[in-house]
C-alpha cells in the first residue's frame, strides 16, 4: 500500500527455537488473534464513564500477519525487515511472540537509524543479560548494537530468578531497575511513566517489552518461566494502556507465552490478547 498510513500494525514474530525453556511459543501469535473477537472495542476513558466512551475501532489497524521461521539469523533478518515495513507504515506497531528474542528485531526493525537515541523499557522478571542468542539475550544484544544503557528501564525484576551476575551487569550498564517489591509501594501509572521519561530522553523511538512472565503464575500459568509473587494482570494491562497512548512509543512485543501450555481456561493468552486491546486503548486516546 504506498503512501498508506494506519494507526496501529500488528505482525506475528512466532520464533520459539532458541527458547532456554521447553516451549511452543511460535504458536501463540494465531492463538491470540482467535482470542480477540472475544472482548468488544469499547473504551471508557480514564476507566470512567463522565469522561466519554471512545472504541478503537475509530483506529485504523492493519495485521501484517506472520513472519515466516523468525528463528535464527536469517529469519532473524526477516523478522526485522518486516517490522521495519510496519513501522513505515503505522505510528504503533505491537509484535506478537513468540519467546523473548523477538524483542531484537521488534525493536532494531522500528529504531533503524534512530538506534543511537532510541529507548527500551521491559516489563520482566528477568534481565534478559544472559550471554549467547536465545530469549534470555535480547537487552544485552541490544546493547551490543548501540542502545545506551542509560536509557533502559526494566520492571518488575524478581528475586531468585536473575544470577547475580546479571544484576552486577545491569548495575554496571547504567540500566534503571524497578523491583518486584517497589510495585507494593507505587502504582504502575507512576512507574511507567517514569520509565518512559528515562528511555525517551534521548529524543528517539521507545520500544516496551511486555514478558508475560512478569505476571504472577496464577495469571500466567502459559508462561514457562513465570513464578508466584509476580505482578498482577491488571498491572500488566495498566503497562500496555500508558505504553499505547505515549507518543514517544513506537513499537510494543508481547512475549513468552506458549499458548498450548496454558490453563483450560486460557487465562495467559486471554491476558495477551488482553495487552493488545490495551496498547490500542492507549494510542486510540492519545
Excluded at 532458541?18 to 511460535?26: F, K, P
Excluded at 472482548?39 to 475501532?57: F, H, K, L
Excluded at 508466584?228 to 507465552?257: C, K, Q
Aim: glycine share 10%; charged share 25%; hydrophobic share 45%.
Amino acid at each position: 500500500m504506498p503512501g498508506a498510513h494506519v494507526d496501529l500494525a500488528m505482525i506475528g514474530l512466532p520464533a520459539w527455537r532458541t527458547s532456554l525453556s521447553t516451549t511452543n511459543a511460535g504458536e501463540t501469535p494465531d492463538a491470540i488473534r482467535a482470542v480477540l473477537p472475544r472482548y468488544s472495542d469499547a473504551i471508557i476513558a480514564d476507566r470512567g464513564v463522565r469522561e466519554g466512551i471512545r472504541s478503537i475501532a475509530d483506529l485504523t489497524i492493519v495485521d501484517c500477519g506472520n513472519v515466516h521461521e523468525p528463528d535464527g539469523p536469517e529469519g532473524e533478518k526477516r523478522a526485522l525487515a518486516a517490522v521495519a515495513r510496519a513501522a513505515a507504515l503505522a505510528d504503533v506497531v505491537i509484535a506478537l511472540g513468540g519467546d523473548n528474542s523477538v524483542t531484537v528485531a521488534s525493536a532494531l526493525g522500528t529504531w533503524g537509524d534512530a538506534l543511537p537515541s532510541a529507548g527500551l523499557v521491559t516489563l520482566d522478571a528477568h534481565y534478559d543479560l544472559r550471554d549467547g542468542v536465545n530469549n534470555g539475550s535480547p537487552v544485552r544484544r541490544l546493547v551490543e548494537a548501540g542502545l545506551a544503557g542509560t536509557r533502559i528501564v526494566q520492571i518488575g525484576i524478581a528475586d531468585f530468578a536473575n544470577s547475580r551476575r546479571y544484576a552486577e551487569r545491569a548495575r554496571d550498564l547504567g540500566i534503571t531497575v524497578v523491583h518486584r517489591d517497589e510495585l507494593h509501594r507505587r502504582p504502575m501509572s507512576d512507574v511507567m511513566a517514569e520509565a518512559l521519561d528515562i528511555a525517551g530522553a534521548g529524543g528517539g523511538p521507545v520500544h516496551v517489552d511486555l514478558d508475560v512472565d512478569v505476571c504472577d503464575r496464577s495469571v500466567a500459568p502459559g508462561c514457562p518461566a513465570s513464578v508466584p509473587g509476580g505482578i498482577s494482570a491488571y498491572e500488566l494491562r495498566l503497562a500496555a494502556r500508558a505504553a499505547g497512548a505515549d507518543r514517544r512509543v513506537r513499537s510494543v512485543d508481547i512475549a513468552e507465552v506458549d499458548s498450548t501450555a496454558d490453563a483450560e481456561d486460557g487465562r495467559t493468552v486471554r491476558l495477551a490478547a488482553l495487552c493488545v486491546l490495551e496498547v490500542a486503548a492507549g494510542l486510540a486516546l492519545r
